[in-house]
């Protein structure tokens, strides 16, 4: 394994660990973008991220952010600031890390699986979708050039068991947000309380090209369930779409648009890949380094 000479991929943050992953003064060893790193908790609250060598030797420092029940670094000069999340600084939200869960598929068909409504009725069959409600309604998307992020909006769906403090079924409204290459997040409606919405985050950590770790904190509003339940809940739906995402072929994401015919519920997947394109970044798709 090597690192990436992709300057876009170097330049994003990306996840490396949570927060408490090992006690003080213990250190963990990961690779990001084919590039060994080991991240030492220095303090309660703080850590550090070097690279190391292929004899294991400490090298440059990266910076390091802990946000969102994440470890956040860099291997490069980050071109954005971690997104801003401001559901995870309300004061009555449960916030659930429930670690990560090893893909082994490209970055982007992870992002694109969890922007997909349309597999719901297939895949997480009576929990997110019912087999005889399979329609996407339209939804809007649109590419926020301040922030350069895609969001989805009106996006809904009839869901049987939306989540851990679903009593029945609801049509649950969706927001999605791609904050970067590497990061997704959505907002739904929460459960008994629709004027607010649940964030549940999706941070890939790209080890590879298509070796990933995938880390969904989530913030809920939720004061019933406990937190071991809710975790069950999300790697349950999670584990469902590993078993699809390590089938899917190419596992490198095609960003030729006419490579894959999208119908009328792919409009978010083909911003998305268009955005990719633009951005220049070849790690993990079928474009090809410039020479
Ligand atoms: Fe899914």
Not at 65 to 89: D, G, H, M, N, V
Not at 150 to 167: E, L, V
Not at 218 to 232: G, R
């Amino acid at each position: 394994m090597t690192v990436t000479t992709d300057a876009v991929a170097l330049g994003e943050w990306v996840a490396c660990g949570w927060p408490g992953k090992v006690p003080v003064g213990g250190h963990w060893d990961t690779v990001i973008l084919g590039q060994q790193v080991r991240a030492t908790r220095t303090a309660a609250d703080s850590y550090e991220v070097f690279t190391l060598d292929r004899t294991g030797t400490p090298g440059r420092q990266l910076p390091v952010q802990s946000r969102y029940c994440c470890i956040f670094t860099t291997l490069s000069e980050p071109k954005r600031p971690l997104p801003e999340i401001s559901e995870f600084a309300e004061p009555d939200r449960r916030l659930v890390n429930s670690g990560c869960v090893g893909v082994n598929t490209s970055p982007y068909r992870l992002i694109e699986n969890f922007l997909d409504m349309a597999h719901f009725p297939f895949v997480h069959t009576d929990i997110l979708g019912a087999e005889e409600q399979t329609e996407v309604a339209s939804y809007k998307v649109e590419h926020r050039k301040e922030v350069d992020e895609i969001w989805a909006t009106d996006c809904q769906f009839f869901q049987p068991a939306a989540s851990k403090a679903a009593t029945g079924g609801q049509m649950t409204k969706y927001v999605y947000r791609i904050m970067s290459p590497f990061s997704i997040m959505l907002y739904k409606t929460v459960h008994g309380d629709p004027g607010r919405n649940d964030a549940i985050c999706l941070f890939i950590q790209p080890r590879d090209e298509t070796d990933c770790l995938a880390y969904m904190p989530m913030a809920l509003v939720d004061a019933v369930s406990t937190t071991e339940s809710m975790i069950d809940f999300q790697q349950t739906i999670f584990l469902q779409d590993r078993v699809i995402l390590e089938n899917q072929r190419p596992a490198l994401m095609p960003l030729d648009l006419t490579a894959e015919i999208p119908t009328k519920a792919d409009v978010g997947s083909v911003t998305f890949r268009r955005w990719l394109k633009q951005s220049g970044i070849w790690f993990g798709t079928s474009e090809k380094a410039a020479a």
